[in-house]
């Protein structure tokens, strides 16, 4: 139902368009001559029918013989006075030209057609001649406007008060006569009136609001221009624009919208009714939700940017944490987190607008906490023996009481201990590997949340005995590097207890510190 609105809409401007009728125009354009008078009668069709060749005339409802657009009249006659009408083809028929011819002493001639704004000439018309005799010109006031001896008065830039009976007097041969005529002054251009290119436009139109003011016929070269109100205040300031284009639309845009039309050459001035210009939503503000009230860290969630729209076709979703882009313009309106990470905790907004960027609207802010499982790791050093133990020590969270933790062991960056159920992590206290920087990692046991903790800088401490050929041959390797270590750091001892040979045992013994790096 509601598209065939905008057809009816059309039909009513097509039909007023065709409405306008034809005006017959006199030249000289005075309504009352004297007998013997010439005058050209003009039949002045719109535009759309101008190019029609036939015209009929009617006089007093008589048809004429002339097909031809003028009809003249060579020496007026008393029986030329008489209403006259013409039509085009195309056109309708004319209003009524009403012509009259008189054989008096004088006549007041005033033009067929006033508009406002008019220099509008009036003359008092006598049939001797007797130019050059005093004439004098009263208002419908009876107020003198001329009193000369000119036999025409020029009255500029008329307005329609001035419209009714006028009179002039005039000296023939020492004796005063005087006539009367009325003066009627029509409005140059009609009443402007609102014309919106759109039944019930949504935000992001492309809105046309037209000022239509239709001129006279006969002042059809006058120039116009519009000027466009918004609830009373200037949004375009006279221009010869009939049209106040609002692209791209917004909902702010709604408002009672009215125009001024004034000629340029004249400050005539009219104003048009108010016309409400209703710009609907095309989408709602939207509104972003988390699919978990409460995301702890590994877990998934989802978050969704919700509006409310007829048509979500065309339209595109952002969103963004911290201000941040989390996930640019895409047709989806989900964001989707696999595994949270408490760095992921924030503040997110989601944004929709439409693919042409004409419309554009932000939901309000989500604060997104992420809960933690357990705390980052640290190492910590206990030793057993002469072995060396560290601990991966974490704390685990109300919300972590239930998860499996993995842990493993770096030494100098590389793997050492490979992720399993134990959190400690036997040094082998080996001469050839005596320190080392080493840093653990806690892992759930679906690998969704991992952390890593700072590093620590471990020397050993402890003795071996070797006892075989073997041992005795690293022993000694071993010595070359602890010798080597010595000069390096110079509180590294070694002592060698016992005798070297088959079967016999060696002890080296040393010292070693571990050190917390401060990273
Ligand atoms: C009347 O006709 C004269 C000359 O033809 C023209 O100058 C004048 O503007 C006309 N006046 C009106 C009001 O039409
Ligand atoms: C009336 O005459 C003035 C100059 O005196 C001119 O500027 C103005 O355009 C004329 N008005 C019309 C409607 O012709
Ligand atoms: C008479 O008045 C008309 C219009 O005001 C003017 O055009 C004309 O020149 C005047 N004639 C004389 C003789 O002053
Ligand atoms: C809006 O419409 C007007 C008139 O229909 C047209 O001239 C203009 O280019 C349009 N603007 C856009 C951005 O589509
Ligand atoms: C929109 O984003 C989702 C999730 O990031 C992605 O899977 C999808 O390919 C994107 N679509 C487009 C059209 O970019
Ligand atoms: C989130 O917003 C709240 C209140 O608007 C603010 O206090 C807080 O600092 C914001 N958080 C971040 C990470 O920006
Ligand atoms: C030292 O570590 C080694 C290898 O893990 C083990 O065999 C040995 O029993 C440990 N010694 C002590 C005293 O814990
Ligand atoms: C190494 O041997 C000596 C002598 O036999 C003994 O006293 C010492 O306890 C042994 N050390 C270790 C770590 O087994």
Redesign the pocket.
């Known amino acids: 139902m509601p598209a065939l609105l905008p057809i009816l809409f059309l039909l009513i401007i097509e039909s007023s368009g065709a409405a306008v009728r034809p005006v017959v125009s006199f030249k000289p354009n005075w309504t009352r001559v004297f007998t013997g008078d010439s005058l050209t009668l003009t039949c002045n069709v719109a535009a759309t029918a101008n190019k029609d060749v036939e015209y009929f005339w009617f006089k007093d409802n008589k048809q004429q013989l002339t097909r031809s657009k003028h009809l003249l009249i060579n020496s007026a006659e008393t029986q030329h006075a008489g209403n006259y009408q013409c039509q085009s083809r195309s056109s309708d028929l004319s209003d009524a030209a009403r012509l009259d011819v008189s054989y008096d002493w004088l006549i007041l001639q005033v033009p067929q057609t006033v508009y406002e704004g008019d220099n509008v000439s009036l003359r008092c018309y006598s049939s001797r001649g007797h130019d050059g005799e005093r004439t004098i010109f009263y208002d419908p006031d009876h107020k003198v406007l001329q009193d000369s001896n000119n036999e025409s008065i020029l009255i500029k830039d008329i307005r329609a008060s001035m419209a009714g009976e006028c009179t002039c007097a005039k000296e023939i041969s020492g004796q005063m006569f005087s006539d009367k005529a009325f003066l009627s002054v029509k409005d140059l251009f009609s009443n402007p009136q609102i014309i919106v290119n759109q039944f019930a436009p949504t935000e992001g139109a492309n809105v046309t609001v037209t000022c239509d003011a239709s001129l006279s016929l006969l002042r059809l070269a006058t120039e116009l221009q519009f000027a466009f109100y918004k609830n009373g205040q200037n949004v375009q300031d006279f221009g010869l624009s009939h049209n106040y284009q609002i692209y791209p639309a917004q909902l702010g845009d709604t408002g009672d919208f009215t125009c001024e039309v004034k000629s340029s050459t004249s400050d005539i001035k009219r104003m048009s009714r108010s016309t409400r210009v209703q710009i609907y939503e095309r989408f709602s503000s939207p509104q972003i939700k988390s699919s978990a009230q409460r995301v702890t860290e590994g877990a998934s969630m989802t978050l969704t940017c919700e509006t409310i729209t007829k048509d979500t076709k065309d339209l595109l979703f952002a969103f963004y944490s911290n201000e941040e882009v989390a996930q640019g313009f895409n047709s989806s309106n989900k964001y989707p987190v696999q595994a949270a990470q408490l760095e992921e905790s924030g503040n997110y907004t989601c944004e929709v607008r439409t693919t042409e960027h004409t419309v554009m609207k932000r939901s309000r802010e989500l604060h997104i906490q992420i809960q933690e499982l357990f705390s980052y790791p640290q190492i910590k050093r206990t030793t ?4 060396l133990t560290l601990k991966c020590d974490t704390i685990l969270t109300e919300d972590g009481e239930a998860a499996e933790l993995q842990f493993a062991f770096y030494k100098n960056g590389e793997n050492a201990q490979e992720f399993g159920p134990s959190n400690e992590h ?1 040094v ?1 206290t080996d001469l050839l590997r005596v320190s080392g920087d080493f840093t653990c990692e806690v892992r759930t046991a679906d690998n969704s949340v991992r952390k890593r903790s700072r590093g620590v800088y471990v020397h050993s401490q402890g003795s071996t005995n070797y006892t075989s050929h073997n041992a005795v041959r690293m022993a000694l390797s071993a010595c070359l590097s602890v010798f080597t270590l010595y000069v390096v750091f110079h509180h590294v001892k070694t002592e060698v207890i016992g005798e070297l040979g088959d079967g016999t045992s060696l002890q080296v013994s040393w010292s070693v510190t571990a050190t917390e790096l401060t990273s």
């Not at 057993?384 to 072995?387: D, E, F, T, Y």
């Open positions: 057993q023996g002469a072995n036997i082998q």
